[in-house]
């Protein structure tokens, strides 16, 4: 008997609409907004005993910004990740008020104006975010600049070393000075030395993981192949040496090795960058005077005769106990860089440990929104840079953490989005943006990319690699 061929076959499988999450983004930027606002008005009503009459003009700056950021998302990159943007911008927000709550110290309110400028900052910072999403439509182009990128790194960890512009602050040369401007090269430079190992990884996984001799169950590599994790080696003492900065030091290698591991999936590589890493800091702690006192200080925080630096963190934690002394009610402004590099312990003051856990939440969930871009992005390239720029955020914040609580050596690194600085804010930022364009690649309809022919040469020239 003949079949009809004009009835439609039945199925069983339907396909769904993809969520682009625009709307879930914008009602958690309301709500991010709505409380950085709250602290705002407390920290004055606790410290002055009034409102805060600049408070819907500063306020109104900040939410447009992130309201101009989230247009930009809804225009450039429909279908990237909905939580990013709100977090980075909770984070923001908190960091402008516990500066502003500082700058509030008795006896001279406000004189410093230190939040104002971080406010400028924010709003350059998420300038950048948007006109990286709007120029960068695919984020593999950036795979074309791989050992530009490197290059791009060495200049901008070099520069400080220049002897006209380059600047001592604290004892470390991390700054560059033209006039009245002053900028950390090195902040942009983790973001082009991420974009030069997520370009060179890619292209060389394969060797790395497959070709080399076992001995005692870990897979050793060719002595051509251990060339790369030799430099990065290098490059991290240099930075010691040179800069005296033992964070970025750490930050720049513990970065390289994760994206090694998570590019050949190999242990020995761990071992072999741990037991370099190492070798490294105690040939530096023997031959340099300035990591023996961040030892010394580390051990001992309380010994006389040194810097009291971690003594008023740690005693800072500890007035704050579990639920803090309430926003505005404890000496932050005691500890030095309580607006910079310790911002966590003012709010681990004010907040307590519940807050600071609550913060460290936060942290975690960037982080964990960062992995999960990796894990669905379509291409290697975009996985590796994705992995590595989540690094950077959770080995930075766990450095500084570990520093003031003395799990590690105390670092003059700052914390991503919170502490008073514009360099480390501007990176921040073009990290979320990065990650954004990233998530929309990841998250973006079959179906739609094919209609967009500028991502659709690009996956054309990604196969042909």
């Known amino acids: 008997m003949p079949v009809s061929t004009s009835t439609p076959t039945p199925s069983t499988v339907t396909s769904l609409a993809v969520r682009s999450g625009r709307t879930i983004e914008l009602l958690l930027l309301v709500l991010a907004v709505g409380i950085v606002t709250l602290a705002y008005v407390a920290v004055n009503l606790t410290v002055t005993g009034e409102l805060p009459t600049d408070v819907w003009w500063h306020v109104g700056i900040f939410a447009a910004l992130a309201a101009g950021l989230h247009v930009v998302l809804r225009l450039r990159a429909r279908y990237a990740d ?84 380059g600047e001592t602050v604290n004892g470390s040369r991390l700054w560059i000075r033209i006039g009245p401007f002053s900028f950390q090269p090195g902040e942009l430079a983790k973001i082009a030395v ?10 060389t996984r394969d060797a790395l993981s497959l070709v080399g001799r076992r001995v005692l169950g870990l897979q050793l590599p060719r002595a051509r192949d251990l060339g790369p994790i030799l430099v990065a080696w290098s490059l991290s003492v240099l930075i010691l040496v040179l800069q005296r900065d033992l964070g970025s030091s750490l930050l720049f290698f513990g970065l390289f090795v994760a994206m090694l591991y998570v590019a050949t999936e190999r242990t020995s590589w761990i071992v072999i960058g741990l037991t370099l890493f ?97 894990i669905g992005s379509r291409d290697g390239f975009g996985k590796l840079l994705a992995v590595g720029l989540s690094f950077t955020v959770a ?71």
């Open 395 to 465: 080995l930075q914040v766990f450095v500084i953490v570990g520093g003031i609580t003395r799990v590690i050596p105390l670092t003059g690194l700052t914390t991503p989005f919170l502490s008073a600085g514009g360099s480390s804010l501007l990176a921040n930022w073009i990290i979320v943006a990065l990650l954004l364009r990233i998530s929309d690649a990841a998250r973006r309809p079959i179906s739609e990319r094919r209609q967009d022919p500028s991502i659709d040469a690009a996956e054309r020239a990604e196969a042909l690699r």
């Open 194 to 203: 991420a974009v030069f190992f997520a370009g060179y990884l890619v292209s």
């Open 82 to 165: 909905p939580l990013l943007l709100p977090l980075a911008t909770l984070l923001n927000g908190l960091g402008l008020v516990m500066i502003h709550r500082i700058d509030l110290v008795p006896g001279q309110l406000g004189t410093s104006g230190v939040a104002s400028r971080q406010l400028i900052w924010t709003g350059l910072a998420m300038a950048m975010a948007a006109v990286v999403l709007v120029l960068l439509r695919d984020h593999r182009v950036l795979r074309r600049y791989t050992y530009i990128a490197m290059a791009l790194g060495f200049v901008l960890l070099l520069l400080p070393m220049l002897p006209v512009i």
């Open 278 to 374: 190492a070798s490294g800091a105690v040939l530096a702690w023997r031959l340099f005077s300035h990591v023996q006192s961040r030892v010394t200080l580390w051990l001992d925080p309380f010994a006389p005769d040194q810097s009291d630096q971690v003594a008023k963190g740690l005693m800072g934690l500890a007035h704050g106990g579990i639920f803090g002394a309430g926003l505005g009610n404890g000496y932050p402004y005691i500890t030095y860089y309580a607006n910079s590099d310790y911002i966590v312990a003012s709010f681990g003051e004010e907040l307590g440990m519940v807050g600071l856990f609550a913060l460290l939440m936060l942290y975690a969930l960037l982080v964990e929104r960062g992995l999960r871009t990796a």
